[in-house]
């Protein structure tokens, strides 16, 4: 395992996947209902921004520092505050941003008296950061398990209601595989259940193959579950360049998620597009 998350902390594609992730959990927020978030990878938890690794890798620069400069549109600005408000809370002396909270801390702030996380870590020194992040949380479980082992072990949750959030490294050749293999047999034991899929976009080949075999297994149950798909480029994609577009495919999503997303995606695109405009696509699979 070579993966740091902390080189791309706080990146365009962070931004986009907490801003989702923010909005699901708000809205799961509407019922009194507990409800659970299992993070399948679900990393350090803090990310240092003046850190090494960060420094290093840059992305939150062009990421969630120009998401914190931006102006938005009255809509767009009210339905990014939960996220924002919450990236401040970890960045108290406001004028620099000095850290980024990973999707388990951000779902730790979502979480109401009621509601649990459990998050999955494998790679030691991450796992080790994100118990001390969590430390004596009685809401909150981290486990050293591999996530592709969790996933269909840990659905459904007692409380028959959250999210799985799914977001892997894809440093083994096989994760595409694993990822859609994966969500398969989560989603047959818990077709009610919500996902969050994260993709990075390499390859057209790869990633047309998962939207269709998620697809495929949403549309298998009856009545059929909801999948929504949302890719972002920053850039054109160029060989050996950083990552220039990623993806989320949100299965059972809000009934509110797509025209949330409709609002806020065009205003991403001029704050997060690198050399021009990004460009975005939305649609609905099933
Ligand atoms: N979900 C995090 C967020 O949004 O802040 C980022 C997670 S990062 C993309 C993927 C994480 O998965 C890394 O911290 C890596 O160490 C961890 N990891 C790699 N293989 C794993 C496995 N089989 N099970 C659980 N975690 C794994």
Not at 11 to 30: E, N, S
Not at 198 to 216: D, F, G, I, M, N
Request: glycine share 8%; charged share 25%.
């Amino acid at each position: 395992m070579n993966y740091r998350h902390a080189f791309h902390a706080g990146g365009f594609a962070d931004v986009l996947k907490h801003i989702v992730l923010t909005r699901i959990l708000l809205y799961l927020q509407g019922k009194p209902a507990a409800f659970r978030l299992i993070d399948t990878h679900a990393g350090a938890g803090v990310y240092d921004l003046t850190g090494e690794e960060a420094q290093r890798g840059g992305e939150w620069l062009t990421g969630i520092a120009r998401i914190m400069q931006a102006r938005f549109s009255q809509a767009t600005a009210s339905l990014i505050k939960p996220y924002l408000d919450i990236v401040r809370a970890f960045n108290p002396r406001g004028a620099e941003l000095e850290a980024y909270p990973g999707s388990p801390l951000i779902a730790r702030a979502l979480l109401r008296p009621q509601d649990r996380l459990t998050a999955c870590e494998l790679e030691p020194k991450a796992h080790k950061k994100l118990v001390d992040a969590l430390r004596r949380d009685r809401q909150a479980r981290v486990v050293e398990l591999d996530g592709w082992v969790a996933l269909p072990a840990f659905v459904p949750p007692k409380e028959r209601r959250g999210l799985i959030l799914i977001d892997p490294p894809y440093e083994q050749k096989d994760e595409f595989e694993r990822l859609a293999a994966g969500f398969a047999e989560a989603f047959a034991k818990w077709p009610s259940g919500s996902y969050l899929l994260w993709y990075p976009v390499k390859s057209r080949r790869v990633t047309e193959e998962l939207a269709r075999q998620v697809a495929e297994a949403v549309g298998r149950t009856s009545p059929p579950g909801e999948c929504l798909r949302l890719e972002f480029s920053v850039a054109p994609e160029r060989p050996g360049t950083a990552l220039a577009s990623a993806g989320l495919l949100a299965v059972n999503p809000p009934w509110t998620l797509m025209g949330e997303l409709k609002a806020i995606l065009p205003e991403l695109e001029k704050p997060l597009g690198q050399g021009g405009a990004g460009r975005w696509r939305l649609v609905r699979l099933i």
